[in-house]
């Protein structure tokens, strides 16, 4: 079974410096999804960046960008000119392919941004 | 587009309590999906439905029952409630799988005394 660690329960950034969240999974699949989601404390969650595995190029979308290291099973989420709206809990997760398309999620991670 | 809704946003049972989860999509979305989320664990899947009458077990089944009747709903169902299920319900669809976005509800915190 495919399983996601977020290493940092808690993070903090300055307002306007990079952050970056770490996030590892394990898999014997050769073709997968992954995501990052955003859920500030409204609960909502949102889909801030996605990547295929079969691609080299990093995902980027604005200030939010991934380094997807596919041998070492890594997928990071680097977060340039971190706004108060960025503040949240940040959730890694792996799709699988075929079946269910299910999410798995790692633990998430607390996003504090300091002004 | 209203996306992914639920019903209700809050619940307190009793123990051994039923209550039924309403989640319902306008997107035409075919896959379906109910996550629970406990403080420190993240996301975890309950249930999940890939078309109009089907549904399948997650990670998390145990006390729940779903359904799929209609593309656009899917019920949750909890016959006879305990503490451990207490947590914030999730709703998600999506259009197929893949890169596809998965559309989370606004959840529904439910609290079992």
């Known amino acids: 079974a495919q399983t996601v660690t977020q290493s940092q329960p808690e993070m903090s950034v300055q307002e306007a410096e990079t952050v970056t969240l770490s996030c590892t999974y394990d898999?014997?699949?050769?073709?997968?999804?992954l995501f990052w989601y955003k859920q500030p404390p409204s609960r909502q969650m949102i889909l801030v960046i996605r990547?295929?595995?079969?691609?080299?190029q990093n995902a980027t979308e604005n200030r939010f960008s991934v380094n997807f290291q596919k041998a070492a099973k890594s997928f990071s989420l680097k977060i340039s000119d971190s706004q108060l709206g960025d503040a949240a809990m940040y959730f890694c997760?792996?799709?699988?392919?075929?079946?269910?398309?299910?999410?798995?999620f790692g633990k998430g991670t607390k996003l504090t941004v300091n002004p | 587009n209203a996306g992914v809704t639920q019903t209700p946003k809050f619940r307190v049972l009793k123990t051994g309590q039923s209550m039924t989860l309403l989640c319902a999509q306008d997107m035409n979305h075919e896959y379906m999906y109910w996550y629970r989320q406990d403080p420190g664990m993240g996301l975890r899947l309950i249930h999940y439905s890939v078309g109009e009458g089907t549904t399948a077990k997650g990670e998390v089944p145990d006390g729940y029952n779903v359904s799929r009747l209609k593309k656009q709903n899917f019920l949750l169902g909890l016959e006879s409630a305990a503490p451990s299920q207490t947590s914030v319900y999730f709703c998600a669809s999506s259009y197929a799988g893949g890169l596809n976005e998965q559309y989370f509800g606004p959840g529904t915190r439910l609290t079992v005394t």
């Open positions: 898999t014997s699949e050769s073709d997968y999804y």
């Open positions: 997760a792996y799709r699988t392919q075929g079946g269910s398309e299910k999410l798995v």
């Open positions: 990547q295929e595995a079969y691609k080299q």
